[in-house]
T-cell receptor, first 116, second 112 residues
Framework: NAGVMQNPRHLVRRRGQEARLRCSPM?????VYWYRQLPEEGLKFMVY????????ESGMPKERFSAEFPKEGPSILRIQQVVRGDSAAYFC??????????????FGSGTQLSVL | DQQVKQNSPSLSVQEGRISILNCDYT??????FLWYKKYPAEGPTFLIS?????DKNEDGRFTVFLNKSAKHLSLHIVPSQPGDSAVYFC???????????FGDGTTLTVKP
């Protein structure tokens, strides 16, 4: 039973380019969360999605960032026109569809984004 | 406004001794608390959790204590082992909230 799969593991972009981070949740999980960890900081919530729906995007920057979780395929976190301050580790987590509020998260290994 | 705080960035203990990691929260709507462990270049993994209706939960060498009136929880590891060396994150969530709010983490080093 594969865990949460994130790719790429490392992504290098130049300022102004676009970054696309992909996340495939664990089998049977339909809840996906994206977190960002800046250097020397903790995990900051970005967005919570269920299939085809954004449930909570209160942690997403207002501009340049978007996320989707289509009916088929992985969840995508998209960052347009990247800046150096976007350099961070981006973690995706998933939880089971039928879980109650006592949901633990299953994390992927993260994507390390470096903006040159 | 940081709602979950881990005030000790790092902790160093001797193998075999007790490790105590602390966490404070400010949001009274939080009623479920979790600890995650993270090794370098890996994602966090779930360690142990506690509901607000309890004040203690134990799983092998790991025990989490919750003091609701003080809005404080702690993770005890007894005995500590070198393999426990990692970053430990405290997280909290409310009943109807999907997201978990994380602290900044405490780096635990267990010396042989």
């Amino acid at each position: 039973n594969a865990g949460v799969m994130q790719n790429p593991r490392h992504l290098v972009r130049r300022r102004g380019q676009e970054a696309r981070l992909r996340c495939s949740p664990m089998k049977g999980h339909s809840h996906v969360y994206w977190y960002r960890q800046l250097p020397e900081e903790g995990l900051k919530f970005m967005v919570y999605l269920q299939k085809e729906n954004i449930i909570d995007e209160s942690g997403m920057p207002k501009e340049r960032f978007s996320a989707e979780f289509p009916k088929e395929g992985p969840s995508i976190l998209r960052i347009q026109q990247v800046v150096r301050g976007d350099s961070a580790a981006y973690f995706c987590a998933s939880s089971p569809a039928a879980a109650g509020f006592n949901e633990k998260l299953f994390f992927g290994s993260g994507t390390q984004l470096s903006v040159l | 406004d940081q709602q979950v705080k881990q005030n000790s960035p790092s902790l160093s203990v001797q193998e075999g001794r007790i490790s105590i990691l602390n966490c404070d929260y400010t949001n009274s709507m939080f009623d479920y608390f979790l600890w995650y462990k993270k090794y370098p270049a890996e994602g966090p993994t779930f360690l142990i959790s506690i509901s607000s209706i309890k004040d203690k939960n134990e799983d092998g060498r790991f025990t989490v204590f919750l003091n609701k009136s003080a809005k404080h929880l702690s993770l005890h590891i007894v005995p500590s082992q070198p393999g426990d060396s990692a970053v430990y994150f405290c997280a909290a969530k409310g009943t109807n909230a999907g997201k978990s709010t994380f602290g900044d983490g405490t780096t635990l080093t267990v010396k042989p």
